[in-house]
């Protein structure tokens, strides 16, 4: 697999070309966002690690909002900062999903590994008609849930962000992504909608976080993801 | 309405016609009665009726009325009637007696309305002003006392446009007579030119009323500035202090993972062909670890000092602490593969305004040092409660109970805990819940160990719909 490693920080690109060249990936670097541009185009990556403070113009920002004119190729940003503006920018410009400088090579790979899981399944757009997670079972035709042996129900509302989440697992979905799609895009900044009807949904699955039994998984200030199918955590 | 939009100088002429009127109906009632009143009732009726219009009209039209009854009681009321010749010479003396005193007494009574024309317009004045500068006083912003000024200002005085201008202007050299400019200064200190364009020329008491309402503007802009330099020369003074504290921890605490790195990997460059394989990987873990642990405390620094200099922005949302408490639980498991935490929090614990990112922080730091003194046949509580002002969170551990002298000061930055690592944690904590204006204290639990108390003030949250 061919990876794109775009940083300014010649010390990041070597290690980062290191880690993932010893896990078996065949990986380029590039410097600067025109560089990086021109490498998607002439080498078609699998997937883009494109840092967004590049120091330079174009910034990452800029470089990913310009990729996803014409490209749908995996990216993967990364970020000094915690700052949870810059996350939500970076999702908005059409990144798949972000980590936080500094962070170690197996949560890279392990993002990696996801976010071509997720791009390999999207064409068929969830064909399955019935989602497991751990002991949860969404069955999509008839809209029937089921924790274990027990049927929940939920209101229709309440259906509709289980859905919404469940039919994306590992993609971190935006407040406004779940206010527009369920409610409309009226109701964009109306966040605490969501937040009680996940508070109900979390309830009626049973969620037991003090034990890691979790379904929907909050990213702070950012949205929500659920977990990856069959894969807690 | 405008307080003070009576104008003193323009000639109107209502009130003299009033006066007219008042002066035509009393001698129509006297005419009527001539023949039973004698000429003293004349005279005494007559003054009553200029007292009245003096004291209701003002002075020009009490003048008025006093030389209009002076001849209207020889025209229609003295014999011979209809002429303006008087039959009994004695009765000549009664009449200039008469006008005498009508003038004198329409002049004494229009004086003292003028007086309480003018307490009133004082009072009226003094009111303005009042309202205005409370309203001042609880600014905290120049941006704001314009603001107070623009929406003030038209309903206190018939103007039209209220403006500040950046820095010192004097008046054009076109002059349009309904154009002020008042320069706000206080002390040698020029915060700027208020102008007003009024709607008519001013008259002097709304001009006076105006300057009264500047040097307001200008106080209170004094204060705020006065109070911005106060807080900036503390804060310095806090960061100063931060300063010192953090060039201690530098020497110590910075230094010893450093060294360790520092170490190991020279070892591992030098020696690698001679050292066994295992001590080699069990260096590298070290190396790994204490660049775990020195990030962590970079971090930690960071964001002490971002609190410390008031550098951290807040995005306030309504959130769950249920929610927060949640994540923290989980991240727990996934550090101690399990369950060292139990939750206990209401179905309907309700939403509360904060920054879910920061607070996720401060409750993490909290439960962390919980966890590090609960022993290993208990568990963490976090539960949460509400009452009629503040929405808690309470982190019960049940280790130690921490002594009374030292309860404020693990909350202190570069308080040192029994482990001799400086503690940053809990003070982080501590910032981050003040600057969403709640509170973090401790108490000791019930049966030992210590209980972390996190409140933040309750705002009712907008209702959900379905």
């Known amino acids: ?25 065949q990986v380029i670097t590039a410097a600067t966002g025109q560089e990086a541009l021109t490498a998607v185009a002439q080498r078609q990556p ?67 590994q996801a ?50 989440l469940a039919t994306h697992p590992g ?53 929500y993801r659920f977990v990856e199918p069959d894969n807690k955590q | 309405m405008n307080y003070l939009s009576r104008s003193r100088t323009a000639l109107r002429p209502l009130p003299y016609l009033l006066a007219v009127l008042v002066v035509s109906m009393i001698t129509f009632g006297l005419w009527w009665l001539r023949e039973d009143l004698t000429l003293a009732n004349f005279s005494l009726i007559y003054i009553v009726g200029t007292f009245v219009v003096a004291i209701w009209l003002g002075t020009g039209p009490s003048l008025l009325a ?37 003038v004198i007494a329409s002049q004494l009574a229009a004086y003292a309305r003028q007086q309480a024309e003018a307490a009133r317009l004082h009072a009226a004045e003094q009111n303005v002003l009042y309202s205005l500068s409370s309203a001042f006083n609880q600014l905290t912003d120049r941006a704001n006392i314009v603001q107070v000024l623009q929406q003030r200002l038209p309903e206190y005085l018939p103007v039209q446009d209220v403006e500040v201008l950046p820095q010192k202007v004097e008046r054009p050299s076109e002059d349009k007579p309904t154009e002020s400019f008042l320069v706000l200064q206080a002390g040698q200190s020029i915060y700027g030119t208020l102008r007003v364009t009024f709607t008519a020329v001013p008259t002097d008491s709304q001009m006076r009323l105006l300057m009264a309402c500047t040097v307001q503007a200008s106080m209170a802009l004094q204060r705020i500035q006065l109070a911005e330099s106060a807080q900036r020369s503390q804060s310095l003074e806090e960061a100063d202090r931060l300063k010192t504290a953090l060039l201690r921890a530098v020497s110590h605490d910075l230094r010893t993972p450093l060294t360790i790195i520092k170490t190991s990997a020279e070892n591992l460059t030098d020696l ?39 550098a951290v922005t807040i995005n306030r949302h309504w959130n769950a602490l249920n929610e927060v408490a949640g994540d923290v639980a989980a991240h727990t498991w996934q550090r101690y593969q399990a369950e060292r935490i139990r939750l206990d929090f209401a179905p309907d614990f309700p939403l509360v305004l904060f920054d879910y990112g920061l607070l996720l922080q401060a409750v993490s730091n909290v439960v962390e040092n919980a966890l590090r003194y609960e022993p290993p046949e208990s568990v963490v509580v976090v539960r949460g409660e509400t009452d009629a002002t503040e929405v808690r969170l309470l982190i019960v551990n049940h280790g130690p109970t921490i002594p009374n002298n030292l309860k404020a000061q693990v909350m202190e930055p570069f308080f040192h805990g029994k482990d001799g690592r400086i503690g940053l944690g809990l003070a982080i904590s501590k910032g981050i819940v003040e600057l969403h204006h709640g509170r973090l204290w401790v108490e000791d639990t019930p049966g030992g160990g210590a209980t972390f108390i996190l409140a933040l003030p309750w705002e009712e949250a907008p209702e959900s719909t379905e």
């Open chain 1, 46 to 112: 699998d997937v883009v690690i494109l840092d967004i403070a590049l120091g330079s113009e174009p910034d990452g920002l800029v470089v990913c909002q310009r990729l996803r004119e014409w490209s749908q190729v995996p990216i993967i940003m990364l970020s000094v900062r915690s700052g949870e503006s810059t996350k939500v920018a970076a999702l908005d410009a059409g990144a798949d999903d972000y980590l936080t400088k500094p962070f170690g090579m197996e949560e890279l790979r392990a993002r990696i």
């Open chain 1, 115 to 164: 976010v071509l899981r997720r791009t390999a399944m999207e064409p068929a757009s969830s064909p399955t008609a019935v989602i497991h997670s751990g002991a949860l079972t969404i069955d999509l035709a008839n809209r029937r849930v089921t924790v274990g042996e027990q049927e929940v129900h939920f209101t229709p509302l309440e259906y509709d962000i289980l859905r919404l």
């Open chain 2, 272 to 310: 690698h062909d001679r050292l066994p394989e295992a001590e080699q990987l069990e260096m590298i873990r070290t190396i790994n670890q204490e660049a775990d642990h020195l990030n962590k405390l970079v971090g930690n620094l960071l964001d002490m000092s971002r609190l410390q200099a008031g």
């Open chain 1, 1 to 25: 697999m061919l990876i794109l490693v775009v940083d300014d920080e010649p010390q990041i690109r070597k290690l980062l070309q290191t880690g993932l060249t010893g896990y078996g990936h």
């Open chain 1, 171 to 223: 993609q971190i979905l935006t407040h406004q992504t779940i206010l527009s799609q369920v409610w409309g895009s009226d109701y964009r900044d109306m966040t605490h909608y969501i937040r009680i009807y996940v508070n109900q949904i979390r309830q009626k699955l049973g969620e037991n976080p003090s034990a890691n039994l979790r379904y929907i998984l909050t990213e702070p200030g950012v949205g």
């Open chain 2, 66 to 102: 006093a030389v209009l009854t002076f001849i209207n009681f020889n025209f229609f009321l003295i014999k011979p009637y209809y002429t303006l010749s008087v039959e009994d010479p004695r009765e000549v003396i009664d009449l200039l007696v008469y006008l005498l005193v009508a």
